[in-house]
């Protein structure tokens, strides 16, 4: 029996919604300039996400998710 992937869903705390974003990032104090990590995103949580990451000088770019 082949068993389906699990969808990916949104990084928001609770939420379990479809991921439909990617929010790369990267703490310039922790990481090299080239490195990035990435939260995902509902359309809902998209602003939110971005805003905490862009606070704190960390966002580096939003993608739709491919």
């Not at 990916?8 to 090299?32: F, M, T, Y």
Request: with cysteine.
């Amino acid at each position: 029996m082949i068993e389906a992937e699990a969808p990916l869903i949104c990084s928001r705390k609770g939420c379990r919604a479809a991921a439909v974003w990617e929010l790369r990032w990267n703490n310039p104090k922790l990481h090299d300039p080239q490195r990035r990590k990435t939260w995902l995103a509902c359309d809902e949580h998209r602003q939110t996400l971005a805003d905490f990451l862009s606070a704190r000088g960390f966002l580096r770019e939003t993608l739709p998710m491919t």
